[in-house]
């Protein structure tokens, strides 16, 4: 491919496709919203509402596995209680969280 100029037709194109980009209004907004967030959008981990349920069985499905990477010292145990334990401790916190709201 070489990096000269570009023949008149496909230039003329190019400058037509510009033309049609910057009278996007709603492409223009996205593109200097997405510029300027550089932090990840945590709205969905702090809306987080688990159910009592759902956090003793993982509380639960974690012991066990505790109980059972200590006994048989298999590393797959292990890196699943790796896996389980975090989002159980998260668990537990939010809903801690939620019954100390007023």
């Known amino acids: ?4 100029r570009l023949p008149d037709h ?3 194109i ?6 049609a980009l910057r009278r996007d209004r709603r492409l223009a907004r996205r593109m ?17 509402r688990p159910h009592v349920l759902t956090v003793s069985l993982l ?3 974690s012991i066990g596995l ?3 990477g200590i006994v048989t010292s298999r590393p ?6 790796a896996a389980i334990w ?8 939010r809903l801690l969280c939620r019954w100390t709201q007023p």
């Not at 967030?37 to 702090?46: F, G, K, Y």
Request: glycine share 4%; charged share 25%.
């Open 1 to 4: 491919m070489t990096t000269g």
């Open 10 to 12: 496909e230039q003329r």
């Open 14 to 19: 190019l400058d037509e496709m510009e033309r």
């Open 32 to 48: 200097r919203s997405s510029r300027s967030r550089r932090r990840p959008d945590l709205t969905r981990v702090t809306h987080y």
């Open 59 to 61: 509380l639960a499905m």
């Open 66 to 68: 505790m109980v059972t």
């Open 76 to 81: 797959a145990v292990i890196w699943a209680f």
């Open 86 to 93: 975090p989002l159980a401790l998260f668990g537990v916190f």
